[in-house]
């Protein structure tokens, strides 16, 4: 796949899945790769950005957009995360 771009819808989709799991969102992580255009393994790295913003496991580097998607969006219930990521 070509390099991709993340923009900040890309990463509201993953954030959902990432805060509320996959099972709570209406597409699953294949179906998200898809329609942003890069690997279910992109997908997964980038949950792991927001494990590392988390301080969870041993990754230390991040995007800085998923810094800014997570302190953007953190306070966000399920339904109003939902609403943004994926309309």
């Known amino acids: 796949m070509a390099n991709h771009t993340w923009v900040e819808k890309d990463d509201l989709m993953v954030f959902f899945i990432y805060k509320f799991g996959v099972e709570n969102s209406p597409l699953s992580k294949q179906e998200i790769a898809d329609k942003i255009g890069v690997s279910l393994g992109s997908v997964s790295y980038r949950i792991g950005n927001f494990n590392a913003i988390n301080g969870v496991g041993n990754a230390t580097n991040f995007a800085k957009l998923s810094l800014k998607v997570h302190e953007q969006y953190s306070n966000l219930s399920m339904q ?8």
Do not use: D
Request: proline share 0%; aromatic share 12%.
């Open 80 to 87: 109003e995360l939902k609403a943004i990521a994926f309309t």
